[in-house]
């Protein structure tokens, strides 16, 4: 893997962001049109042309990211789903064109953000420029990954099963470069945030397990297992011209207000604009997420949409607090920003 060389970093700025939500749980057909004063909000109902066709949701996240910047148009696809079945589906019922991607992003190794990549890759390479590079934030984004196999029996070692990782050899077997990004790194609009600093009240969550090695046998895997602590996680971030710093969290196992933080903190930019993704709260205690609302108060966004894995929690205490901020996100939605 290549390791993005480590320079003086200076964060790019956009004119104009569009975030399409093209995987994700939930999807509902006949939403209201949305408005908001900081975010054009465009809502997918019925697929023009495609009457017999419907937008399919799954556990999982992929983000369709187009910036552009003095008249210059940048294209990445963040993350891929649990499946390529249906990130493929739903890149041809968007329109989505592989072929202008201009690179790949990888949040953090769990298989319900890199499962459709293998697929995603193989089905569009061909269309692909040649030169596509597959960012993410550390090396641990391809160890394998180990999950519960069920609920705890009491007195009964927990046991688990393999949840795999992202194949590198099929990647690079494909001309895909994997590109490390430990550090801040700019792209052709967005810049990735590097390792997350853990600063706040917040904790690690997610439940996945690492072993050291990937050759361990059965016995010794069961004794090596170690917590999972998503050294490989990094945002994506844009800077958008008048409006301040959106932060994309694909998943937040290391925190949202870490997330955000850090990437004020390298950016140096501290208006925050908006708020994306997955903030890991769905299993959070109600204490935690009134904690995670104040520092969100605090750094006060604009707008803040919630995705995936950030649980019905963690939006009605939005709704109660902070109704004016929250967006409503939908599969197939597009967010755009700086219009």
């Not at 992929?62 to 079945?85: I, K, N």
């Not at 850090?262 to 140096?268: C, D, E, L, Q, R």
């Amino acid at each position: 893997m290549s390791t993005a060389r480590q320079t003086p970093f200076r964060a790019p700025a956009v004119d104009s962001l569009s975030v399409r939500v093209v995987v994700d749980s939930h999807y509902e057909r006949f939403l209201p049109r949305a408005e908001h004063e900081h975010v054009a909000i465009e809502h997918v109902g019925s697929i023009p042309g495609r009457p017999m066709s419907t937008l399919a949701g799954e556990w999982g996240l992929a983000l369709h990211l187009e910036s552009r910047a003095d008249g210059a148009g940048a294209q990445f696809m963040l993350d891929f789903g649990y499946t390529p079945e249906i990130l493929n589906r739903n890149v041809s019922l968007l329109d989505i064109d592989p072929a202008r991607l201009d690179g790949l992003i990888l949040s953090h190794g769990h298989r319900d953000h890199y499962g459709g990549l293998d697929g995603f890759v193989t089905e569009h390479r061909r269309a692909m420029k040649g030169d596509l590079s597959l960012y993410v934030g550390a090396e641990e984004a391809f160890s394998v990954r180990w999950v519960p196999a069920g609920p705890p029996k009491p007195g009964a070692e927990r046991e688990f099963v393999c949840w795999g990782a992202p194949d590198r050899t099929s990647l690079v077997s494909q001309n895909v470069v994997p590109v490390c990004c430990p550090h801040p790194h700019a792209l052709p609009g967005p810049f990735t945030t590097g390792y997350i600093a853990r600063d706040t009240f917040e904790k690690v969550t997610g439940g996945s397990m690492l072993a050291p090695y990937d050759h361990f046998s059965e016995s010794e895997r069961r004794g090596e297992l170690v917590a999972d602590s998503h050294p490989e996680e990094h945002a994506t971030c844009y800077i958008v011209k008048g409006r301040g710093l959106v932060v994309i969290s694909s998943c937040g196992h290391v925190g949202i207000v870490n997330s955000v933080k850090t990437a004020m903190a390298v950016s140096g930019i501290d208006k925050l604009h908006a708020v994306i993704g997955g903030f890991h709260l769905t299993t959070a205690k109600p204490d935690y997420i009134e904690h995670t609302v104040d520092e969100l108060e605090r750094l006060s966004p604009d707008v803040v949409v919630p995705m995936h894995c950030t649980g019905v929690g963690f939006i009605e205490a939005m709704r109660r607090r902070m109704p004016d901020k929250l967006v409503a996100s939908n599969l197939g939605s597009r967010f755009t920003f700086g219009v």
